[in-house]
């Protein structure tokens, strides 16, 4: 049976300020407990799924994530300046995901499905929706923490 997160679950971690107790249980829709799945699917912001699930996943799985967004990053690196943000990502969630406190991985987890959506993001064409694809770009990536997580 998978694992099901409370309210009370959400709020020790130390969302924004936007995330009070009652806008979270009010996403919870009359429910006690979502699964990880259901909390990465809630109807809010990306990046606030992307936030809150990279935060509710074990430490390993959390890292390997990050490993799997920076080999993205990396795909999608096309210019020069792209492959150096993508590398200064990469160092830097290296040095996180190394860190034995969850939170912390879980920044650097973050930090890497962000820069590998940000080079998806500067390779679409000059008028393209640069802000879709990015969006797009970590809906996919949620998707595959969520795939590594039911493993």
């Not at 799985?61 to 990469?90: F, G, L, N, R, T």
């Not at 996180?96 to 500067?122: E, H, M, R």
Request: aromatic letters at 10%; glycine letters at 0%; charged letters at 25%.
């Amino acid at each position: 049976m998978p694992k099901k997160y409370t309210v009370t679950d959400i709020m020790n971690k130390e969302p924004c300020p936007d995330y009070t107790e009652e806008v979270v249980t009010e996403l919870w829709k009359d429910k006690k407990s979502l699964t990880f799945k259901e909390v990465c699917n809630l109807d809010i912001a990306i990046d606030d799924r992307v936030w809150i699930s990279a935060r509710l996943v074990p430490i390993e799985i959390a890292v390997k994530w990050a490993d799997y967004c920076a080999d993205e990053a990396q795909k999608h690196a096309s210019y020069a300046a792209d492959v150096v943000a993508a590398d200064v990502a990469a160092y830097y969630a290296a040095y996180y995901a190394a860190s034995a406190a969850s939170a912390t991985s879980a920044y650097a987890a973050s930090a890497y499905a962000y820069a590998a959506a940000n080079a998806a993001a500067a390779n679409v064409a000059y008028h393209a929706d640069r802000k879709t694809t990015r969006n797009k770009e970590l809906k996919r990536l949620l998707d595959k923490l969520v795939e590594m997580n039911d493993k």
